[in-house]
């Protein structure tokens, strides 16, 4: 299905709490992903990923189309002139599209492509001041904080990251700072993008992680609000590990969470978006 992204009206998700330097976390894990590419053979850039129908090669060709949007959107943003490319995108059929396009490219070209396009990402990001992570910049849900945009970077190319690398048989590190930022936008991208929706549903969903300190609050409504604080007593909260929350989540591992009937809502989001059914 198009999303309908939301650019003249206050930012579908707002982060509440106040912004670290998340072009460390993105940084890192871009370049943990680079240097597992580097040492591929053909074989291995054919292998079936866990993205239906792409190999290593494919998932990576999507990765660098979409670090070139995200480093044309945070230099518009920064300039104060945020885009809107993405009216009419579909999650589905647009980054298909865009995969199929490359399909006579060799892997070594695909790889070369993508450490340039992370390299400009990361340059695009370089030394922002704080209140530059506030600024406005286009994403899939529409106009987002700075850090709202990095944090889709971060969780889209975390995913794919293991998207390719468990079927290779490698397991990428877990860094702390990677998981609150993934799970904070995981949690709250199927709220937000119901909003963009015309969602008038209301709620308050927690995730408690055993690997991070604090516990993820959102707030949800025609605004979702994110920030870590203790968890409001009654909150439907998700608990478990880290990255069986963000996979559940992000629909690429069965998830059972413990909330009643009528809150599921809250988690179901995404798969609205992406017209499927959570995997069971």
């Known amino acids: 299905m198009q999303l309908t992204p ?14 670290t330097d998340l072009a460390v976390p993105l940084g890192r894990q871009r370049r943990r992903l680079g240097h597992l590419l580097d040492g591929l053979d053909a074989d291995q850039w054919a292998t079936p990923s866990r993205c239906e129908g792409w190999t290593v090669r494919d998932v990576i060709a999507h990765l660098v189309g979409a670090d070139r949007f995200w480093a044309v959107s945070a230099r518009a943003g920064l300039a104060g002139e945020p885009t809107r490319y993405l009216v009419g995108f579909d999650p589905v059929a647009t980054p298909a599209a865009m995969v199929a396009g490359t399909s006579e490219q ?17 340059d695009a990001l370089a030394d922002l001041e704080p209140e530059q992570w506030q600024l406005i910049a286009e994403g899939p849900p529409g106009h987002l904080q700075m850090q709202g945009i990095v944090r889709h970077a971060l969780w889209d190319g975390w ?6 690398a468990l079927p290779l048989g490698v397991t990428p590190d877990q860094e702390a700072d990677e998981l609150a930022a993934v799970l904070e936008y995981a949690i709250a991208l199927g709220p937000g993008l119901q909003a963009t929706l015309g969602s008038e549903r209301t709620g308050t969903l927690a995730a408690v992680a055993d690997e991070l300190d604090d516990a993820v609050v959102v707030e949800i409504g025609p605004t979702v609000t994110i ?15 880290a990255v069986d929350l963000i996979e559940g989540l992000s629909l690429r591992a069965p998830f059972a969470p413990d ?8 988690v179901e989001g995404l798969a609205v978006a992406f017209d499927q059914a959570p995997p069971t």
Request: aromatic share 6%; proline share 13%.
């Open 6 to 19: 939301r650019y003249d009206a206050p930012p579908v998700a707002r982060f509440v709490d106040p912004p």
């Open 106 to 122: 060799a892997p070594a070209e695909v790889l070369a492509d993508y450490h340039r396009a992370c390299d400009d990402l990361l």
């Open 159 to 164: 995913i794919h990251e293991r998207d390719v």
């Open 227 to 241: 920030g870590r604080r203790p968890t409001p007593d009654g909150t439907p909260t998700l608990r478990g590990g």
């Open 259 to 266: 909330l009643a009937d009528e809150d599921r809502w809250m």
